[in-house]
């Protein structure tokens, strides 16, 4: 097969016009009928915007991170099925765990929950999907990993789709 003899790499090659630019690269080997390697063909793409974008979104998210870090704060999203949640590092770490002792689920959050905000916020979740309101900012206890209560405020927002169904909360 000469699928394993072909190679795909991302460089940066000297342009004449600019001081670089990022191409991919991939090039295969040629072989004849009794399997001699006699050449090589190769094809290169232009990707610099592609890196260039994102470099941008890598600098912007470390920015992102900077300010969430520096103001205690944390970020966290729930698809529209409630079934999987996205907890962002910040907040992973102002409870005191690491990524890998939480479980992305939603029972798994809300069991984050002091037991006596739970409904309440079970039910701003409802409202949201239920169209209710888009937009709310209510205040919750969540329990850090050594036990103390933590006061949170939450921002939520529903994302909607072009169709406007809730895509994200």
């Not at 890598?58 to 205690?72: H, I």
């Not at 529209?80 to 992305?104: F, H, M, Q, R, V």
């Not at 939520?156 to 895509?167: F, L, R, S």
Request: glycine share 4%.
């Amino acid at each position: 097969s000469l699928s394993k003899y072909s190679k795909t790499i991302e460089i940066k090659l000297l342009h004449k016009r600019k001081s670089s630019v990022w191409v991919e690269v991939t090039s295969t080997v040629i072989q004849n009928q009794f399997g001699e390697i006699i050449g090589f063909q190769g094809v290169m793409r232009n990707i610099d915007s592609h890196k260039r974008t994102l470099e941008i979104l890598d600098k912007n998210k470390l920015k992102y991170n900077f300010a969430l870090k520096s103001t205690d704060s944390g970020v966290w999203e729930l698809n529209a099925e409630l079934t999987k949640i996205n907890i962002d590092e910040n907040l992973i770490n102002l409870l005191g765990y690491t990524s890998k002792e939480i479980n992305p689920f939603l029972n798994e959050w809300i069991s984050l929950t002091y037991k006596n905000d739970r409904l309440t916020v079970i039910d701003y979740l409802q409202d949201l999907l239920d169209g209710k309101k888009m937009t709310m900012t209510y205040e919750c206890r969540r329990i850090h990993k050594d036990g103390k209560i933590l006061w949170f405020k939450d921002y939520i927002e529903a994302i909607t789709n072009h169709d406007g169904k809730i895509v994200e909360i």
